[in-house]
């Protein structure tokens, strides 16, 4: 029987770029009773659009979530050249992992339409989590003002300050991708939270952590894992790093349980041009902060948590 004294689920919005970390996002949320999933968005960004949305057909058919409809929405930037990460993530954007072709198909609906219209109808301000380039967003703010009206809060993953960039020596990929859209959406009149490398890279697979994701054995954690496999690789290889960040997890983490992390009221700004293209300007506890932004994470307790999410599926 349902608990009667729990707190109603969260509605939530997922735009993302699925991507292995992406998955492993919408694994941790398609497990979460603490959301109703609204719908997720999918724009280019870790690899095309396309492959964005089949990954994430096939990540909540897997999850047992293929009730959740999937928006495709920018395929570019909004003035920028594309840029892709398929050097991490692999052509197919899972690494090595395959998963099973999903008989749910893409809405036909543009994901910026949907979320215009959704936002500006909506009887429940929704959350939205942004784990890739803010293109959609961005381009949803830039048509229709108004749908900040719907919208209760915006949890991104996204920049970087003290430890540089993971795409160039000074920006973050989503960042890097598509700097405008970044701005846009820094810029806008809503309560932000923003969690860049500072924190994601502190949140890593090393050995003993994939032994216990593997150890799960559920198809889910296997595909988890075989994805963070290729991308461990990858990081020892280019980064000489033992075991790849979970980037995109954290958003669903800070969702789930914000007093994992520290954080503090910021000034946030994502330079748009030149060498500096993408870098986040940080300026914390700054008496015109635009946002919080997140400074550490309790490790440990926050790789329990996605193992004990994971294991529910």
């Not at 699925?18 to 960004?45: N, Q, R, W, Y």
């Not at 915006?154 to 973050?172: F, K, Q, R, S, Y």
């Not at 290729?230 to 969702?255: K, M, Q, R, S, T």
């Not at 520290?262 to 993408?278: C, H, I, Q, S, Y």
Request: aromatic share 4%; with cysteine.
């Amino acid at each position: 029987m349902p608990d009667p004294t729990a707190p109603m689920p969260r509605p939530l919005i997922i735009d993302c770029d699925p991507g292995v970390d992406d998955c492993m996002a919408l694994f941790m949320a398609a497990a979460s009773h603490e959301f109703d999933i609204k719908a997720v968005c999918t724009v280019a960004g870790n690899v095309r659009a396309e492959i964005c949305t089949a990954n994430a057909l096939g990540a909540l058919a897997l999850a047992g979530r293929g009730d959740v409809p999937v928006y495709q929405g920018c395929v570019r930037p909004l003035t920028v050249e594309p840029v892709f990460a398929d050097h991490i993530h692999g052509e197919s954007g899972l690494g090595r992992a395959v998963l099973a072709t999903a008989e749910r198909r893409a809405e036909t609906q543009h994901a910026v339409d949907w979320l215009i219209e959704t936002l500006r109808e909506a009887d429940e301000r929704v959350t939205l989590a942004i784990l890739g380039p803010m293109t959609n967003l961005a381009t949803a703010l830039t048509r229709a003002p108004d749908i900040v009206s719907g919208i209760h809060e915006l949890v991104i993953m996204g920049g970087a300050d003290i430890e540089g960039g993971n795409i160039t020596p000074h920006a973050e990929f989503n960042c890097y991708a598509d700097p405008q859209a970044a701005q846009i959406v820094l810029d806008c009149p809503l309560p932000k939270t923003v969690i860049g490398l500072d924190t994601t890279l502190q949140l890593r697979c090393t050995p003993a952590r994939m032994d216990r994701l593997k150890a799960i054995a559920s198809p889910v954690a296997l595909a988890g894992w075989d994805m963070m496999e290729h991308v461990n690789a990858i990081y020892g290889e280019v980064y000489g790093a033992e075991g790849a960040a979970l980037h995109d997890p954290c958003v669903i983490l800070f969702l789930l349980r914000p007093d994992l992390f520290t954080a503090a009221p910021a000034r946030l700004t994502a330079l748009t041009e030149g060498d500096m293209r993408g870098h986040s300007s940080v300026t914390l506890n700054s008496p015109d902060a635009n946002g919080v932004w997140t400074t550490g994470i309790d490790a440990d307790a926050a790789f329990d948590l996605v193992l004990e999410r994971i294991a529910r599926l």
